[in-house]
C-alpha cells in the first residue's frame, strides 16, 4: 500500500519533466494522495505500472469529504432526539416539525433528520456548527467578558490556523474595503460597539449566544492596521473549538463573495 507522496516519488520518473503540469514528480505525488490528480496523469508511467500503483494507492480524505463525514454522524445523532426537547431546552422556535436557529440575523431551520433549509444559501460552515450546537449547547448567556481564539477550550494548536485563515484573511478584506465590508456586516445585524479601543467594532451572531467581536484598527503612519475575533468567556458551553473555526472560515469566504459580487465582478 502507497500511504505517503515520497512511497509514491520511488514510482516515479523523478525527472520533473512537467508533463503532469506540475511543477515537479513530488508535487504530483502529492497531488495524487491528496485526491486532486489521478496516477494516470503522468504520461512517463507506463500502463502496466499505472495498473500496479492505481490498486495500492491509499487517497487522503479532501476537506469537503470529511466535513461531509462529520455531517453525517451529527444528523444520525439529531435523528435520535426529540426536537421539542431541544427546542425548550434552547428556547428555539418550533415550525412545522423543524427547530429554528438564528444565524448571522437569519432563520435556518433543522428538520428531525438533521437536514436543513433556509432562505439563505445551506453550506457546512452553517450547518456542521448549527446541529452541533443543537446538541451540545448549555444555552448559556454571554456575560460580556471577552476572551481570544487561544483562550477558548481545546483551541492548542488551532491558534495558528486560526489567526492566519481567519483574522488575517479578514483584515485584508476590511483593508481593501472598509466602508463595503461594514455595509455588509449591518445586514447581518452586527451590533456596533461604541465604547471600543478600537477604530470599529461590532458584534455578531452567528449561532444565538455565541457572539464574535470584530476589532479592527486602521492604519496609521508607521503602524500597520490590526484586526482581532474576540469571544464571549461562555462560548465553550454553547459550541466547540472546530465550530467556531468553521464559522471563521465560512464567514471569511462568504464576506470575501459578497465583496466580489457588490465590486461588480472585481478580484483582488
Ligand atoms: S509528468 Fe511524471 S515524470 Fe513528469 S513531472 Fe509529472 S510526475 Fe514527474
Redesign the pocket.
Known amino acids: 500500500m502507497i500511504k505517503n507522496p515520497l512511497e509514491l516519488y520511488k514510482h516515479?520518473?523523478?525527472?520533473?519533466?512537467?508533463?503532469?503540469l506540475?511543477p515537479?514528480?513530488m508535487a504530483?505525488s502529492v497531488a495524487v494522495i491528496q485526491g486532486q490528480k489521478k496516477i494516470s496523469d503522468?504520461?512517463?508511467l507506463s500502463a502496466e505500472k499505472i495498473n500496479e500503483l492505481s490498486g495500492g494507492i491509499v487517497r487522503k480524505k479532501s476537506m469537503s469529504e470529511e466535513q461531509d463525514a462529520y455531517l453525517a454522524v451529527l444528523q444520525e445523532e439529531i435523528a435520535q432526539q426529540d426536537l421539542k426537547d431541544i427546542a425548550n431546552r434552547l428556547d428555539l422556535p418550533l415550525k412545522e416539525k423543524t427547530v429554528g436557529v438564528k444565524c448571522l440575523g437569519k432563520h435556518f431551520w433543522i428538520n428531525t433528520q438533521g437536514g436543513m433549509t433556509s432562505e439563505c444559501h445551506c453550506n457546512n460552515w452553517v450547518h456542521i456548527p448549527i446541529l452541533h450546537y443543537l446538541l451540545q449547547s448549555k444555552g448559556s448567556q454571554p456575560v460580556g467578558e471577552w476572551i481570544d481564539f487561544p483562550a477558548i477550550k481545546d483551541a492548542g494548536g488551532k491558534e495558528r490556523f486560526f489567526a492566519h485563515r481567519c483574522e488575517e484573511s479578514m483584515q485584508q478584506l476590511v483593508d481593501e474595503h472598509t466602508e463595503l465590508f461594514f455595509e455588509i456586516l449591518d445586514l447581518f445585524e452586527a451590533e456596533e460597539v461604541l465604547e471600543s479601543e478600537a477604530d470599529k467594532a461590532r458584534i455578531l451572531y452567528p449561532l444565538p449566544n455565541v457572539p464574535f467581536l470584530i476589532n479592527y484598527w486602521e492604519s496609521e503612519e508607521a503602524f500597520p492596521s490590526k484586526l482581532n475575533i474576540l469571544f464571549d468567556s461562555k462560548v465553550s458551553e454553547n459550541t466547540n473549538v472546530e465550530s467556531v473555526y468553521m464559522i471563521g472560515r465560512g464567514m471569511v469566504e462568504m464576506f470575501h463573495q459578497l465583496i466580489i459580487r457588490h465590486s461588480s465582478g472585481e478580484l483582488f
Open positions: 516515479l520518473d523523478q525527472s520533473n519533466c512537467r508533463r503532469c506540475l515537479s514528480c504530483f503522468c504520461p512517463l
